[in-house]
């Protein structure tokens, strides 16, 4: 992709955990599983693996910590440059803490896939699947909000995430999507550690349920 299209943010596109309560932006709203979009009629552009990222950033009282997490796989369809359909899977195993260094940053890591957080072993990929798409499919220059089943710990909620910018490279037709950043609930996906949803004599020693993403995606 041309250099003028900067990286995405965030290795699926910025998974990033929130817990700051002076973090002003708002708790996406979850729904149950909706029907995937698809269509017979569109074109596959592969997502570029390599140049696209998801970030994640977590708070809690005593601080933060922040970091990436790797794509796996993924697509969108297009028909006339309309979105159709798509998806994004995420390797949770990928975590990297950039926050911290050496056997710090390898701790906290170790912590984030285990089975009192988001259990990699069970769960070792997340994925994005995008839903309610009209049938003729939504312009993809000009997008400001997609919807999406987000499956995590094998638990599916339908959310909605906002879009910064699209971008084309006229030359290649390759696009690169970037969204804003957005909270979701960890909670709502069995994420339980730390959370004062489930625990009441946590005190000062809570992580926010609040978890901060933010994606960019290149396609190739």
Not at 35 to 54: A, C, F, K, M, Q
Not at 62 to 86: C, F, M, P, R, T
Not at 176 to 190: A, C, G, V
Request: charged share 25%.
């Amino acid at each position: 992709m041309n250099k003028n299209l900067t990286a995405l943010i965030l290795g699926i596109g910025l998974l990033s955990l929130s817990s700051c309560s002076g973090n002003k932006k708002e708790t996406t709203a979850t729904q149950e599983q909706q029907p995937v979009s698809t269509s017979s009629n569109s074109r596959t552009s592969p997502i570029d693996l390599e140049g696209s990222t998801l970030l994640w950033k977590g708070f809690k009282p005593a601080g933060e910590h922040y970091g990436s997490i790797a794509l796996s796989d993924g697509q969108i369809e297009l028909h006339e440059d309309k979105l159709v359909s798509g998806f994004v899977e995420v390797d949770m195993g990928s975590i990297k803490v950039t926050d911290l260094e050496g056997e710090m940053a390898e701790k906290l890591k170790a912590h984030l896939e285990g089975e009192d957080f988001f259990d990699v072993t069970q769960h070792p990929k997340a994925r994005f699947e995008l839903t309610d798409l009209p049938e003729e499919g939504l312009p993809l220059l000009g997008l400001t909000e997609i919807k999406g089943n987000l499956t995590l710990k094998g638990i599916v909620k339908n959310i909605s995430i906002p879009i910064e910018d699209v971008l084309m490279d006229q030359s290649t037709q390759k696009y690169q999507i970037r969204s804003k950043k957005f909270l979701i609930d960890r909670s709502e996906w069995n994420v339980r550690y730390g959370s004062k949803k489930f625990f009441d004599n946590l005190a000062d020693k809570f992580i926010n349920d609040e978890i901060e993403l933010q994606f960019v995606l290149s396609t190739r």
